[in-house]
């Protein structure tokens, strides 16, 4: 069944210029689909967890912000149409792109008018899916803003780049995606529990909370000598703030 579903999955278009992680919730039935969808998005750099249910699924958005839902249509327990008129209803923005094997105009336009940002017809090319998702992230990064600055720092979501008194700084996948939350959030105090899901799937089971601590630890040293420190609130978390001179 796999051969059927997806074409030519060879190759990678979006690793020479990806850096920050994102992390996508695939909600897929058919199990063996699933693993090879989310083992091509681990290679291209996705942080992926999976859902095979819908009630799953809706368990994971009420604990977890995601970046993209993949959403298939038909799950074993429900319409995942049903899962997306949800987060819209409770006014979840997260870009939200449809898997189905139906090829019925009707079924893609009443998904786009429920709510859905894009649609992919099974059988479709794993690229054209990584494709796909990259061009809703510009527009969901777009939306956000070109740059966030704090004091003499500088990120920009759109080029994945860190500026420091102008001079770029190099960061690894998961310093960028740290760090972007931190900026999103300038003053208010972040859990390590908040920070460490940014950055890990629920499968990464074997990753323990000090990795938040190691990450926070390697920015400190990239941005020393900065105005903007990331500071530690014993037993609540971390924010980030800028000097005042």
């Given at each position: 069944?796999?051969?059927?579903?997806?074409?030519?999955?060879?190759?990678?278009?979006?690793?020479?210029?990806?850096?920050?992680?994102?992390?996508?919730?695939?909600?897929?039935?058919?199990?063996?689909?699933a693993?090879?969808?989310?083992?091509?998005?681990?290679?291209?750099?996705?942080?992926?967890?999976?859902?095979?249910?819908?009630?799953?699924?809706?368990?994971?958005?009420?604990?977890?912000?995601?970046?993209?839902?993949?959403?298939?249509?038909?799950?074993?327990?429900?319409?995942?149409?049903?899962?997306?008129?949800?987060?819209?209803?409770r006014?979840?923005?997260?870009?939200?792109?449809?898997?189905?094997?139906?090829?019925?105009?009707?079924?893609?336009?009443?998904?786009?008018?429920?709510?859905?940002?894009?649609?992919?017809?099974?059988?479709?090319?794993?690229?054209?899916?990584?494709?796909?998702?990259?061009?809703?992230?510009?527009?969901?990064?777009?939306?956000?803003?070109?740059?966030?600055?704090?004091?003499?720092?500088?990120?920009?979501?759109?080029?994945?780049?860190?500026?420091?008194?102008?001079?770029?700084?190099?960061?690894?996948?998961?310093?960028?995606?740290?760090?972007?939350?931190?900026?999103?959030?300038?003053?208010?105090?972040?859990t390590?529990?908040?920070?460490?899901?940014?950055?890990?799937?629920?499968?990464?089971?074997?990753?323990?909370?000090?990795?938040?601590?190691?990450?926070?630890?390697?920015?400190?040293?990239k941005?020393?000598?900065?105005?903007?420190?990331?500071?530690?609130?014993?037993?609540?978390?971390?924010?980030?703030?800028?000097?005042?001179?």
């Amino acid at each position: 069944m796999i051969a059927h579903l997806f074409i030519g999955c060879r190759g990678s278009y979006a690793s020479r210029w990806r850096r920050i992680v994102m992390r996508v919730l695939l909600v897929e039935d058919a199990s063996d689909v699933a693993a090879t969808i989310a083992a091509h998005l681990t290679r291209e750099g996705f942080a992926c967890d999976v859902a095979e249910r819908a009630r799953e699924a809706e368990t994971c958005l009420s604990v977890q912000s995601f970046d993209l839902v993949i959403l298939d249509i038909q799950l074993a327990d429900g319409d995942g149409r049903d899962v997306l008129r949800n987060m819209r209803q409770r006014e979840d923005a997260t870009p939200v792109l449809m898997l189905s094997a139906n090829y019925s105009v009707e079924t893609r336009i009443g998904s786009l008018y429920d709510g859905a940002d894009d649609y992919l017809v099974k059988p479709f090319d794993l690229r054209e899916l990584t494709a796909r998702i990259w061009a809703l992230s510009r527009r969901g990064r777009d939306q956000k803003g070109s740059e966030l600055v704090l004091g003499d720092l500088a990120l920009n979501p759109s080029a994945q780049t860190v500026r420091l008194r102008g001079e770029l700084v190099a960061m690894t996948r998961r310093e960028l995606t740290l760090l972007n939350v931190l900026l999103r959030n300038p003053g208010r105090i972040l859990t390590k529990e908040r920070l460490f899901d940014c950055l890990f799937t629920f499968n990464e089971s074997d990753v323990g909370l000090n990795a938040v601590e190691l990450y926070v630890a390697r920015i400190r040293k990239k941005l020393g000598g900065s105005d903007v420190k990331i500071l530690t609130h014993r037993n609540l978390g971390y924010s980030i703030e800028a000097s005042r001179s």
